[in-house]
């Protein structure tokens, strides 16, 4: 399908939906009841009689129990019971008889005054505005058929799944109790009667049993009067039941009475099961409904937290590899357990006005690169110089390492900015070094006792492990040849013991003792083989104010020093935020420039393994295609096996190639939005700070601008933003 007809079918499955989605709630909880009706009446009823009843009889009988003639309808039951439904003053009742003793066995409860007013909502509002269920029963039937092509069902654990999932499951049945809604309206597939005259008013039973006399009509089966002036008639004949309708006029064989169509649609076709049937159909709309509803407003509304009724405390946290933000889920778990009400936010998803609003702002930031704060509570840290925060009350937990230069800066940065706004600290500010369990456990502690709690169990936190590791392969990215280039390498580890990981955790090599630990992105998967670590390691140069040229101490040993048959000591540590989707399913967008294509090699790898997997699309640049293209020949094979669905390139030096990853994404910008919008596709974004960490941002805002509904077009910002609070827009960038 193409992108501008899944737009336009997006567009009418919504906004028809938004539009008329009061009416729909009445005519499908109405139409639910009514499915009620067939199974009230057989619960309460007897088995239909199979033989019919003479008309001289019924004449006879009904002249003792009816002299007044106000019966509307008769039905037989077996054991010689005979039903009559009566009216009078809009009311309606039934009541059942001994035809042989003519004698009354009581009123038979078939809620009929409570089904007749649900008809009556459900056909035309109680108004008389049957044309406007008419119109809402054409629309209904758009928005189903629009339905199954925007989303093919994934079987995930996720509100809009279900939503997804039910629709398609459930579509024969919704569309069948659609589509005879609309044959009705139209009069397709329902019996040609004769002219009914309503302005003739009642015509009672007497006069229509002559006319059945007349017409030499003998057996009675059932009888139903419609529409005041006119009775639809069952009798039995010679070559079984027959259809007919008496009017004032005459009597006039029909096909059927109210057709199939009819009784497809109210589910009248097979008793108590067709009515189950329908009143699903009836359940899977409302839930359908309401699940849309619901999934639209919080897109709209993008609700940022997750949380308790009526929280009072806020737990928030800056985490650049995921560890801050476990430890903010085991807070608030261990302080919910001991009867807390907690707000749960990244502080991505923050203003800092926001911390006025609580008792107390619990805090837990890492720090990251040269003392920095991370990706997520860089925009928080930016607007606290403007922020008046004399009602916050914080406590700050800060994560960190002293082998390096500025340990738990970020922090201190935090601390300082929430002080000089006004914010009051509530506990001294404790510092993890390394490892954060212990000092979390402490800070956890004097947080509990602070709040007057008992802090419940919580799960270990996941700390580095070491790992044994031998180099196997090394060998160059780029090309040596070419100044213009960079100096890359590739290398692969191995260890005597299986190795467990995910592709974009982090590998940190120490290159000497006691100097700071340099991560580096894992690009393998443990799927392929379990001993075996891949990665991409450019060599660094800085130059010192003498003008000499120094390289990077990790990536030095790891291009130059370190040679095959050695043996390294190194960690593992968990990159959560860098994971492949748990669903192999979930299509993935991969942006890379430079080296920051070393974690998605890994990614794609693990989808190679999958047999029932997702698209995966790649846009990576670079400077040169012929000097450093890294991993080629891996990526094209790749593609060529159908595993990479899509590859764009951009080589900023080359003239046929040239340009940048954003320029790639504008080019793209409608399969983009496609794959986001419509698709549930996750972007994962790498490469430096300066120019992948704002170019994919503002490529991506500008791309729902132009290729976005009105919805996101006019808050294509905050639409982008959200996706990085959701997760589904992942940078990983360093500077």
């Known amino acids: ?24 709630l009445v005519i499908i909880v109405s139409g639910g009841l009514l499915a009620l009706e067939p199974i009230v009446r057989d619960l309460a009823s007897g088995a239909p009689a199979e033989d019919p009843i003479p008309l001289v009889e019924l004449q006879a009988f009904l002249a003792e129990t009816d002299p007044r003639q106000r019966a509307r309808t008769v039905s037989l039951e077996e054991g010689g019971v005979i039903v009559l439904e009566f009216s009078r003053a809009g009311e309606r009742w039934h009541e059942a008889f001994d035809l042989e003793q003519r004698t009354a066995l009581g009123e038979r409860d078939y809620a009929t005054a409570f089904f007749q007013s649900v008809r009556h909502l ?19 039937l758009v928005v189903l058929i629009a339905g199954p092509w925007l989303a093919w069902p994934r079987l995930r654990a996720t509100l809009t799944q279900w939503h997804t999932v039910a629709g398609w499951v459930t ?107 329908t009143l699903l159909g009836a359940l899977t709309l409302l839930f359908l409904l309401i ?72 805090l837990i930031a890492s720090t990251c690169g040269d003392g920095e704060m991370p990706d997520t509570g860089r925009a928080f840290l930016a607007a606290l110089p403007e922020a008046r925060l004399n009602r916050t009350r914080f406590a700050l937990l800060a994560l960190g390492d002293s082998s390096y230069r500025h340990f738990c800066a970020a922090g201190e940065t935090l601390r300082a900015s929430l002080r000089r706004a006004g914010a009051q600290e509530v506990l001294p500010m404790a510092r993890a070094d390394g490892a954060p369990e212990p ?55 191995e260890s005597d013991t299986a190795l467990d990981y995910r592709p974009g955790d982090l590998l940190l090599v120490r290159p000497g003792e006691g100097e700071p630990a ?7 998967t443990p799927l392929d083989d379990p001993h075996r670590i891949d990665l991409t390691v450019a060599v660094t140069r800085s130059t010192d104010a003498q003008g000499r040229t120094h390289t990077g101490r990790a990536s030095s040993l790891l291009g130059h020093h370190l040679q095959p048959g050695d043996a390294i000591t190194a960690a593992l540590r968990v990159h959560r935020h860098l994971h492949p989707p748990d669903d192999p399913r979930q299509p993935i967008i991969l942006i890379a420039a430079g080296c920051g294509i070393a974690p998605f090699i890994g990614f ?45 390139l951009a080589f900023s030096r080359d003239p046929d190639d040239g340009g940048y990853v954003q320029d790639r994404m504008q080019e793209a910008a409608p399969n983009l939005i496609d794959w986001m919008l419509h698709r549930d596709a996750r972007i994962y974004a790498c490469g430096r700070r300066s120019t992948i960490g704002t170019a994919v941002p503002r490529a991506l805002t500008e791309a729902l601008r132009q290729h976005g509904d009105a919805e996101h077009r006019d808050a294509a910002e905050t639409v982008v933003q959200r996706w990085q609070t959701e997760g589904r827009l992942r940078l990983d960038v360093i500077d």
């Open 1 to 24: 399908m193409t992108a501008s007809l899944r737009w336009l079918l997006l567009r009418l499955h919504r906004w028809i939906t938004l539009a008329l989605a009061p009416l729909f």
């Open 439 to 493: 000092a979390w456990r402490l800070w956890l502690g004097e947080v509990a006792e602070l709040l007057g709690v008992a802090p419940g169990a919580t799960e270990p936190i996941p700390a580095d492990q070491p790992v044994l590791l031998t180099l196997r392969e090394r060998r160059q990215l780029n090309d040596p040849e070419d100044a213009a280039t960079h100096e890359v390498w590739g290398l692969s580890f």
């Open 604 to 648: 794609i790898a693990e989808r190679a393994t999958q047999t029932d997997r997702g698209p995966v699309w790649l846009i990576f640049g670079n400077r040169r295609r012929q000097g450093d293209f890294f991993h080629a020949e891996r990526l094209l094979q790749w593609q060529a096996q159908g595993v990479l669905t899509r590859l764009d």
């Open 171 to 277: 579509l024969p049945l919704l569309l069948l109790v659609s589509v005879t809604g609309v044959m009705m309206a139209l009069e397709l597939g329902t019996p040609r009667l004769p002219p009914v005259d309503r302005e003739a008013g009642r015509l009672a039973i007497g006069p229509v049993l002559q006319q059945l006399e007349a017409a030499d009509v003998s057996q009675i089966l059932a009888m139903e009067r419609f529409e005041r002036a006119a009775w639809a008639v069952t009798a039995a004949g010679p070559d079984g039941p027959r259809q007919l309708v008496v009017t004032a006029e005459g009597v006039t064989p029909v096909s059927a009475y109210p057709g199939w169509i009819t009784e497809l649609h109210q589910g009248t076709w097979a008793g108590t099961g067709s009515g189950a049937i």
């Open 122 to 140: 459900h056909k035309d509002l109680l108004l008389g505005l049957d044309w406007v269920v008419e119109l809402a029963s054409y629309a209904l």
């Open 291 to 362: 699940t849309g509803i619901w999934l639209w407003a919080r897109r709209r509304l993008g609700g940022r937290h997750r949380g308790d009724t009526g929280a009072d405390l806020l737990i928030a946290h800056a985490s650049q590899t995921g560890t801050a933000a476990k430890l903010a889920r085991e807070t608030a778990k261990a302080l919910r357990a001991g009867g807390a009400r907690i707000d749960e936010a990244s502080l991505a998803a923050l203003a800092p006005q926001d911390l006025d609003t609580y008792r107390y702002a619990l």
């Open 518 to 524: 340099r991560p580096y992105s894992i690009g393998s």
